[in-house]
């Protein structure tokens, strides 16, 4: 066993140490002031966010999981309907649709980016198919100048899921802005992460947007008037509060993801591991500005799971995202799918291992995480001439 620090898969205490009486000064004036909900700050986050987002307006809620939910009731999504999206994505994707009494329609994803794969929506179009939610995975936008063409073309919606993903683009232009909605999520893990749930919506149309805001507040205006049935989802002022203090250094965060990434390439590359074909690395779409929410390693010949079990006894923290693919769950066996109907998000769910990537991460924390994951491949390539 190597003797070294723990290597944590993720430390947000790091980043929030050095910014904590900046943060505790923002969330005394919302204290003090006391205006919990609804405060100056939720404004001034949503005309930031709008404006990283290049959207006319941005809709902040509770959590990412409701404003893909919000998302779907502002578009009018009824039983019967059918909904496109990933199965190799979080659960909130998916269950927002079941919410509505909608039918989900799994389609495969592209084996590099693990993103869904646009040609897969385009076979499971149909007459009954009323939005599409493409998943930006991992920090990494999807195709969407040719997913918005599909579905442009049909008059569909398209519902981003950018969770994990605030900051990144395609060809350019920022997620968020190429469909009819974007859904972006606060939570702490997140590249912009808040100090528990939070939420936002961004969208261009202003009449979708003040839609939005309506059914987020229990469809009520005025007060004890209720024009719609809505639910409770606001952003709350001190989540607010917080998220503006970060949301100043965003970019240095995702230079600094993006430069741990390129040393992971560096450290693997010299490894000699990618030439033994024992890992693939993360593939990076040319088109795609990349915000690295995730570092994710393929591992072949079934030792995904030894692998982990090997770092996680020399310290070194690591996570897999998922290994349960939405349609091969028990609470989606009613739909039908077998796991084979997706082969691409199944093989992907066997192989994909995900390493530490936060901006703090050092240098030598690197080095560390790829030494590890090298003597285990030395060692299954001694006990296998042994």
Known sequence: MFNHRPVPLLDVSRSNSVIRDEVLEALAEVYDSGKFLYGPQVTSLEKSIAKLCNTKHAVGCASGSDAILLALMALDIEPGDEVICPSFTFFATASAVSRMGAKIVFADIDPRTYNIDPQQIAAKITSKTRAIIPVHLFGQAAQMNDICNLAGNRDIPVIEDAAQAIGAAYHGRPVCSWGTIGCISFYPTKNLGGFGDGGM???????????????????????????????????????????????????????????????????????????????????????????????????????????????TENKVGSEIYYPIPLHEQVCYKNLGYQPEDLPQTHRAALEILHLPIFPELTEEEQVAVVSRISSFFQSARSRAVA
């Open 201 to 311: 919506l961004a969208v261009d149309n202003e009449s979708l947007a003040d839609r939005l805001r309506l059914l987020g507040g229990h469809g009520m205006r005025p007060r004890y008037h209720h024009q719609e049935i809505g639910i409770n989802s606001r952003l709350d002022t001190f989540q607010a509060a917080a998220l503006e203090v970060k949301a100043k250094r965003l970019d240095a965060y995702t230079a600094a993801r993006q430069a741990n990434a390129a040393r992971y390439h560096h450290l693997f590359e010299e490894s000699g591991l990618i030439k033994s074909g024992a890992i693939d690395l993360p593939y990076q779409d040319p088109a795609a500005f990349h915000v690295w929410n995730q570092y994710s390693l393929r591992v072949h010949d079934g030792r995904r799971d030894q692998l982990r079990s090997y770092l």
